[in-house]
């Protein structure tokens, strides 16, 4: 054996014992005639004493030439430590080691093995495999694995079948570029990695599966960001003879379950909010609702006054950012600022401090005057000591906007505390919107969405409020999981194409084996797929998913560590049958 236990476990109970440990050296301090080496593995750090007068003088001098990161083994006794160091599992005891073996010299690493490391981002992505030995992303990585056995426990108390779909496909429309792949045995023919598996998905409750669930990889071939990766992970699960209430009770029920288990957290409400109101209160469809500063929509107390900015106005619309009167016109104006840029692309912002003495002092104060200030602080719902924040401009452009200012006033104000929870639904989601520059309307979620059965009539004549059989579940601003009742007739399938814009020709081409499918009696279903990075990353208390990743991708889709994607040689392009431009 390499080991007899590990680097975490031994303590005041096993001294005197003869014990194997193997692991990499943290660190060691060479005091002359005694040298303290600490050796880490997964587990934890177990302190190494090599003592002049105690240890074979071949070990002592040995340990003498141990350097960071080298792999070694020791044999030896489990002592007393004299200075004990209660912030170690195994700080009351250390080993006096009587033989040691290296097995593996290692190079100094480009960055320290520290929780507090001196390394940046780039070097630490190029030796992932260094990082990984980092208490913070191994822990991630251990909790990531936590978390996915808890679902994997949940669905299959509930019946659920783990089962596998293929990765080669056919390429779909699904509303973002699909990876493609080569294939060498079909020239000039091409598979494509899926963006999700939903087709294999309702295929398999066509087969009569019943409840399917898989923990998968999806591919999308879109731009990057923090949350975002080219490849990700979802909780991927499909149920039959089912309608949205029991889709929302079941996966409402798994995220209790991992609060609870994961985080030791009771959350009993989930409220349900309509995609509507979620536009129009928060002014998006993923609302973090651990605060308030719900959206006031002002036009008909600000609008026909003597100012021009708001009358000229599709939308007047403020929030009360509570406790904030008190801002300096430094603070206000940073603020301004940061509405201007180009990402948030605000022309100007009014506001109005409501002060402890019940009076207004705002910054249109010229034309509106305190009993106009005092009903704009009814609808916004300030506070004496609030400040209300305004901008105006077209409707769905400025709720974009003031929702950005909301959710970075929250972060400033330090009101989305990571260790609290507030999960919610939203649901009755269009069920098509409208490409302006093509004209042409396309499916909010995908095309095997199911309209609402009473909206059925609407998609000849306003396709545009046609609501969706659709739901998403957020957690804390995030939209963490979403899903549908899809259609599950030829007929409605066909009708769901055409407002698409397919030919019969094209949605054969695309789908004609799910439609195909449906003619052998296809059962009503529904199902959801959850974002397993996003939901870990946000259980863990982070805003990104890259540290729950073992081998993440960098803002350009790189994995700088082995130098992918990467250009193929000509032999391989000819066997493909492929010609670059």
Same mark, same amino acid.
Request: glycine share 6%; hydrophobic share 40%; proline share 4%.
């Given at each position: 054996?390499?080991?007899?236990?590990?680097c975490?476990e031994?303590? #005041?109970?096993?001294i005197?014992q003869?014990?194997?440990?193997?692991?990499?050296?943290?660190?060691?301090?060479d005091?002359?005639?005694m040298?303290?080496?600490?050796?880490?593995?997964?587990?934890?750090?177990?302190?190494?004493?090599?003592?002049?007068?105690?240890?074979?003088?071949? /070990?002592?001098?040995?340990?003498?030439?141990?350097?960071?990161?080298?792999?070694?083994?020791?044999?030896?006794? /489990?002592?007393?430590?004299e200075?004990?160091?209660?912030?170690?599992a195994?700080?009351? *005891?250390?080993?006096?080691v009587k033989?040691m073996?290296?097995?593996?010299a290692a @190079?100094?690493?480009p960055?320290?093995?520290?929780?507090?490391?001196?390394g940046?981002?780039?070097i630490?992505?190029?030796?992932?495999?260094?990082? *990984?030995?980092r208490?913070?992303?191994?822990?991630?990585l251990?909790?990531?694995?936590k978390?996915?056995?808890?679902?994997?426990?949940?669905?299959?108390?509930l019946d659920?079948c783990e089962v596998?779909?293929?990765y080669?496909?056919k390429s779909?429309?699904e509303?973002?570029?699909d990876?493609?792949?080569?294939? &060498?045995?079909?020239?000039g023919q091409f598979?494509?990695l !899926?963006?999700?598996p939903q087709?294999?998905?309702?295929l398999?409750?066509?087969?009569?599966?019943?409840?399917?669930?898989? *923990?998968?990889? %999806?591919f999308?071939?879109?731009? @990057?960001r923090? +949350?975002?990766q =080219?490849?990700?992970?979802?909780? +991927? %699960?499909?149920?039959?003879f089912?309608?949205?209430?029991?889709?929302?009770?079941?996966?409402?029920g798994?995220?209790?379950?991992?609060?609870?288990?994961?985080?030791g957290?009771?959350v009993?409400?989930?409220?349900r *909010?309509?995609y509507?109101? #979620?536009m129009?209160?928060?002014?998006n469809?993923k609302?973090d609702?651990?605060?308030?500063?719900?959206?006031g929509?002002?036009n008909?107390?600000?609008q026909h006054k003597?100012f !021009?900015?708001?009358?000229a106005?599709?939308?007047v619309?403020?929030?009360?950012?509570?406790?904030?009167?008190?801002?300096?016109r430094?603070?206000?104006?940073?603020?301004?600022?940061?509405?201007k &840029?180009?990402?948030?692309?605000?022309?100007?912002?009014?506001?109005?401090?409501?002060e402890?003495?019940?009076?207004y002092k705002?910054? /249109?104060?010229k034309f509106y005057d305190?009993?106009d200030?005092?009903?704009?602080?009814?609808?916004?719902?300030?506070?004496a000591?609030?400040?209300?924040?305004?901008?105006?401009?077209?409707? +769905?452009?400025t709720?974009?906007?003031l929702?950005a200012?909301?959710?970075?006033l929250?972060t400033?104000?330090?009101?989305?505390n !990571?260790?609290?929870?507030a999960?919610?639904w939203?649901?009755?989601f269009?069920?098509?919107e @409208?490409?302006?520059?093509s004209?042409?309307?396309?499916a909010? $979620?995908?095309?095997f969405?199911?309209?609402k =059965?009473?909206d059925?009539?609407l998609?000849?004549t306003n396709p545009?409020k046609?609501?969706?059989?659709a739901?998403?579940m957020?957690?804390?601003g995030?939209?963490i999981?979403?899903?549908?009742?899809?259609?599950h007739?030829k007929a409605?399938q066909?009708l769901?194409?055409?407002? @698409?814009g397919?030919t019969?020709?094209?949605?054969?081409?695309q789908f004609?084996f799910?439609? +195909?499918a449906?003619?052998f009696?296809a059962?009503?279903h529904?199902g959801?797929?959850?974002?397993?990075?996003r939901?870990?990353a946000?259980?863990?208390g982070q805003?990104?998913?890259?540290?729950?990743?073992a081998f993440?991708?960098?803002?350009s889709? &790189?994995d700088?560590?082995i130098?992918? !994607?990467s250009?193929?040689?000509?032999?391989q392009l000819n066997?493909? $049958?492929?010609?670059l431009?």
């Amino acid at each position: 054996m390499y080991r007899s236990h590990n680097c975490g476990e031994l303590n #005041a109970s096993h001294i005197n014992q003869e014990v194997t440990l193997a692991g990499w050296v943290q660190k060691s301090r060479d005091k002359g005639f005694m040298n303290w080496v600490d050796l880490r593995d997964r587990y934890g750090i177990t302190q190494l004493l090599f003592d002049e007068s105690r240890s074979e003088k071949s /070990v002592f001098e040995l340990a003498k030439t141990l350097g960071r990161e080298f792999v070694v083994q020791v044999k030896g006794t /489990v002592i007393e430590r004299e200075a004990k160091n209660k912030n170690m599992a195994t700080g009351e *005891i250390e080993i006096l080691v009587k033989e040691m073996t290296i097995l593996n010299a290692a @190079l100094t690493p480009p960055f320290t093995i520290e929780d507090e490391t001196d390394g940046g981002e780039d070097i630490r992505m190029k030796y992932r495999y260094l990082d *990984i030995r980092r208490n913070p992303v191994k822990n991630s990585l251990l909790f990531r694995h936590k978390v996915a056995m808890e679902v994997r426990k949940y669905l299959s108390d509930l019946d659920f079948c783990e089962v596998e779909t293929p990765y080669l496909i056919k390429s779909t429309p699904e509303g973002a570029r699909d990876f493609v792949v080569p294939s &060498r045995m079909n020239e000039g023919q091409f598979y494509a990695l !899926p963006q999700s598996p939903q087709t294999f998905k309702q295929l398999l409750m066509v087969g009569g599966m019943d409840k399917y669930f898989q *923990i998968v990889k %999806c591919f999308r071939d879109e731009d @990057l960001r923090a +949350d975002r990766q =080219p490849e990700f992970t979802q909780i +991927d %699960c499909e149920m039959a003879f089912v309608e949205q209430e029991d889709i929302l009770n079941v996966f409402e029920g798994l995220t209790r379950h991992l609060l609870k288990e994961i985080k030791g957290i009771e959350v009993e409400k989930f409220p349900r *909010i309509t995609y509507d109101y #979620a536009m129009k209160t928060y002014g998006n469809d993923k609302p973090d609702i651990r605060f308030e500063m719900k959206f006031g929509e002002l036009n008909e107390v600000a609008q026909h006054k003597d100012f !021009p900015v708001f009358n000229a106005a599709e939308l007047v619309v403020g929030i009360a950012a509570p406790n904030c009167a008190n801002y300096t016109r430094k603070e206000i104006d940073a603020l301004i600022d940061w509405v201007k &840029r180009p990402q948030v692309g605000a022309l100007g912002m009014v506001y109005v401090k409501c002060e402890a003495d019940g009076t207004y002092k705002s910054s /249109v104060d010229k034309f509106y005057d305190q009993e106009d200030l005092k009903k704009w602080a009814e609808i916004t719902g300030a506070k004496a000591g609030d400040m209300i924040f305004v901008l105006s401009g077209p409707a +769905d452009k400025t709720r974009a906007q003031l929702s950005a200012l909301r959710m970075e006033l929250a972060t400033r104000l330090g009101l989305r505390n !990571p260790a609290e929870f507030a999960p919610l639904w939203v649901v009755d989601f269009p069920l098509l919107e @409208l490409d302006e520059e093509s004209g042409r309307w396309h499916a909010m $979620h995908h095309p095997f969405t199911s309209p609402k =059965p009473e909206d059925m009539e609407l998609l000849a004549t306003n396709p545009g409020k046609v609501r969706a059989n659709a739901y998403d579940m957020v957690l804390n601003g995030n939209e963490i999981g979403g899903g549908s009742i899809r259609i599950h007739d030829k007929a409605t399938q066909q009708l769901m194409f055409k407002y @698409l814009g397919f030919t019969e020709e094209e949605a054969r081409n695309q789908f004609g084996f799910l439609m +195909d499918a449906f003619q052998f009696g296809a059962p009503p279903h529904g199902g959801l797929a959850f974002g397993l990075d996003r939901l870990v990353a946000i259980l863990g208390g982070q805003e990104t998913i890259r540290d729950f990743i073992a081998f993440p991708k960098n803002n350009s889709g &790189r994995d700088v560590m082995i130098d992918a !994607p990467s250009v193929i040689d000509e032999a391989q392009l000819n066997e493909l $049958h492929i010609k670059l431009k």
